[in-house]
């Protein structure tokens, strides 16, 4: 007999299989039908990536002026984009990296200023619900984490096949 209540599955397996005139023992045993979300893919996770850039003169000048790295520059830039939880950048420095990303027309080919917006909007959502984790007792948070990884999965593949791709999702591998 199988019993699904929640997250959770119960399978129930009679123990006493040898003396059927005895009553029967049932037990229960609880499996985790989630347990591959507990964490996340390794192919929709935040990861170390090397970029060569031809950095302009002027940029390299204004940031030895004012003391600020290049790195730390667009580190901070990306971060603040993406609306990760890693960074505290304000919501004005978040809608003014998305304004240039918007103004630059990234993405617009295939997806409409829209769509983008839409996209930015959904990670500001699961942004703001990601604050509220600090709450939460360690069951339900243990919970919470492995929703978030379904929830981030099914996001990428929804926009990603939405407009311009038939198939492997394994193209995040390459970004």
């Known amino acids: 007999m199988v019993r699904y209540v929640a997250q959770t599955m119960f399978i129930c397996v009679n123990q006493n299989t040898q003396d059927m005139k005895k009553k029967k023992k049932d ?36 940031c030895a002026i004012l003391e600020v790295e290049v790195e730390k520059l667009l580190n901070d830039f990306i971060w603040m984009l993406s609306y990760s939880h890693h960074n505290s950048a304000t919501s004005k420095q978040r809608k003014i990296a998305k304004k240039f990303f918007l103004c630059c027309k990234f993405g617009q080919p295939f997806y409409t200023k829209k769509q983008i917006m839409q996209m930015f ?17 360690y069951k339900d948070r243990e919970l919470f984490w492995k929703n978030k990884h379904m929830y981030i999965q099914y996001w990428f593949k929804r926009w990603f096949e939405m407009n311009r791709h038939n198939g492997d999702v394994s193209i995040l591998e390459e970004y």
Do not use: F
């Open 27 to 62: 037990r229960i045993v609880t499996v985790d039908m989630y347990h591959q979300y507990a964490e996340i893919d390794e192919m929709y996770s935040s990861r170390p990536r090397e970029v060569k850039l031809n950095i302009p003169s002027n940029l390299r000048m204004l």
């Open 121 to 137: 909007n959904e990670l500001k959502s699961q942004r703001k619900i990601d604050e509220t984790v600090g709450t939460i007792d």
